[in-house]
């Protein structure tokens, strides 16, 4: 697959301005642009910077708001309930773990809810905000209906993901996943890269196996071991979706498709003040030595490293970062593109 390496700092300055080019602040730009970039530098690029051509048409078309005005629905001690008033999701969704981890360093914790809001990007992006505040969190979204429940061929919920972080004196553990076989943005960069998909990522619309993307995206991705997956991607969207008073399973519309109706999308946010349960350095050197204890087990044949999650992407961006991102050149052309349509300046 033909390449360009690009510089990480250049590809988020670009994505900054192209935002503020639709009349974007400077600040929600950046959080949004940082927020698709640190996927690219994760190796995460499904929620990357291949992204930003629907997002931006999206803001062209107002069905997602340039203006970001939360609202706070209700407020107590350790809860939060906002609503994002058709902000971008990532936005939104710094905003409310800020407000999470704020309330939490008073409270103990936080649990907030977010509705009337937008594809969020990269959930571990927020579970690392409160890690490095010596924060325990979680956080969820909802999606579109891409996953069949389990013993149907039809979706009704979304690749849900879940994400959780807990710091250490360095790299945080981090877990960033959907209950499915593979995230459907996946496929969908599968399919703009003309590439198939491997067999067991995904079902046609009427219940075949199908290593065609395009395929893929008509019909479901399968969960991850079957009613177990099922189970969860139900329980984030009860979460994100019904607790927070957003729109939930095939009732939520598809920001791929639909440019004139906006999404209602759901997300939660969890942030514990470790220092209110254990000392937080011998939180951090108990997590550190369970990481020892699991990468010393014995491996099996052919394993040469047994890794913690969230270390082949924290291992991914600091080597990224030094010597930039091979971006497929699809992706570079389609951004450079972006760039005679909102007139920025491109320079990669």
């Known amino acids: 697959m033909e390449t360009r390496n690009v510089n990480w700092e250049a590809l988020l300055e670009y994505c900054r301005n192209l935002f503020m080019s639709l009349g974007m602040s400077e600040a929600d730009a950046f959080v949004s642009a940082d927020n698709l970039v640190d996927a690219d530098l994760c190796g995460v690029e499904s929620h990357g910077v291949s992204r930003m051509a629907v997002y931006m048409k999206r803001l062209a078309t107002g069905v997602v708001s340039k203006d970001a005005r939360m609202a706070v629905l209700q407020e107590h001690p350790a809860s939060l309930a906002l609503s994002a008033q058709n902000a971008m999701g990532m936005v939104a969704g710094k905003y409310a773990m800020e407000r999470c981890i704020e309330k939490a360093k008073e409270n103990g914790s936080c649990f907030a809810t977010v509705n009337n809001s937008n594809h969020y990007g990269m959930s571990s992006y927020y579970v690392n905000m409160a890690a490095r505040e010596n924060m325990f969190a979680i956080t969820g979204t909802n999606a579109p209906p891409n996953i069949a429940p389990w013993g149907s061929y039809q979706a009704y919920p979304g690749t849900n993901p879940i994400a959780f972080a807990a710091p250490t004196h360095g790299d945080p553990v981090l877990l960033d996943m959907a209950p499915s076989v593979v995230a459907m943005g996946k496929v969908i960069l599968a399919a703009k890269l003309g590439k198939d998909i491997p067999e067991g990522w995904a079902l046609t619309k009427d219940g075949c196996h199908t290593t065609n993307p395009k395929e893929g995206m008509e019909g479901t991705v399968l969960p991850i071991g079957g009613p177990k997956g099922y189970g969860i991607t139900v329980f984030v969207d009860i979460m994100s979706g019904i607790l927070s008073g957003a729109q939930f399973g095939p009732h939520l519309n598809n920001m791929w498709k639909d440019f004139e109706n906006p999404q209602n999308v759901g997300h939660f946010f969890l942030a ?69 349509i909102y007139s920025v300046a491109f320079p990669l």
């Open 272 to 340: 514990v003040d470790i220092s209110k349960f254990v000392d937080v350095d011998v939180f951090k050197t108990r997590v550190e030595q369970m990481a020892r204890e699991i990468k010393a087990l014995p491996k099996n044949p052919g394993v040469e490293e047994i890794l913690m999650p969230g270390e082949p992407e924290q291992r991914r961006r600091r080597e990224r970062k030094e010597h930039g991102i091979d971006m497929p050149l699809v992706v570079y052309e389609e951004l450079k593109g972006l760039s005679d």
